[in-house]
């Protein structure tokens, strides 16, 4: 199977998981969008379900197949969240964050009993930090806060370059919470647990696309069939 394959395999496997009316949250990206198309057909031959989206992007996708959406205000617990990833390690940490979403995807994931994550093989890794990760910073002072991020890393021997994400015309991206995102070039993460609490304690730190003991399941789709990681 190609990448893409094994996304819609894992997608399509997660599906399993879902049973009738049930709250879930969906991820943002293009696994995640399998899986709501997936779901979108099965919404047309009469599942019920709600479903609160990580993204604005995403919810039009679930709308625009007839999912019935909802929001965390009025659906503050949620059974399931299924989501993509950036990078996987075998303690189901996540580097998330490529598709911008990183806080609302935290936000919805926390909120749910279970998060389950959709990957292809490639995004598994020994060790996370080859995928640069994703800050989100608010943009008051965001120069500032950069350069105190890079020195809070380097505390945990993470260095590298820090980027602000740009859009395809070269302007700066603006998350779907109207914030910054700097992309951070650090390399392998010794310690993800103590960089991802450090990095939310500085001042203009919305969150950081490290996700630490959130993430319960992953369905990983591989060159044949799918593989299930399980927190142990
Ligand atoms: C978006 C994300 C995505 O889940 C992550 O970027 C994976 O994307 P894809 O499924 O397209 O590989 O975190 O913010």
Not at 136 to 151: D, K, L, M, Q, S
């Amino acid at each position: 199977m190609t990448a893409d394959e094994q996304k819609k395999a894992a997608a399509i496997r997660a599906l399993e998981y879902v049973k009738p009316g049930m709250k879930l949250g969906l991820g943002t990206g293009s696994t995640a969008e399998h899986f709501v198309r997936a779901l979108g057909e099965k919404v047309a031959q009469g599942l019920d379900v709600v479903c609160v989206p990580t993204s604005e992007r995403t919810g039009k996708l679930a709308a625009s197949l007839g999912i019935a959406l909802s929001n965390l205000d009025d659906t503050p617990h949620l059974d399931i969240t299924v989501d993509g990833a950036d990078e996987l390690d075998r303690d189901l940490r996540l580097i998330k964050g490529g598709g911008g979403a990183l806080l609302r995807e935290k936000i919805v994931a926390t909120a749910s009993e279970r998060m389950i994550v959709i990957a292809d093989a490639s995004k598994v890794v020994e060790r996370l930090g080859d995928f640069p990760l994703p800050v989100e910073v608010i943009p008051f002072g965001a120069a500032v806060t950069a350069r105190r991020i890079a020195e809070v890393a380097g505390q945990f021997d993470c260095t590298g370059k820090l980027s602000r994400r740009a859009d395809e015309y070269g302007e700066p991206f603006f998350t779907d919470s109207e914030n910054f995102i700097y992309d951070c070039t650090f390399g392998e993460i010794p310690d993800p647990d103590g960089l991802a609490a450090a990095l939310n304690l500085i001042p203009g730190v919305v969150d950081n696309g490290l996700f630490i003991g959130i993430a319960a399941l992953a369905i990983v789709g591989m060159p044949s069939g799918t593989d299930i990681i399980e927190k142990t």
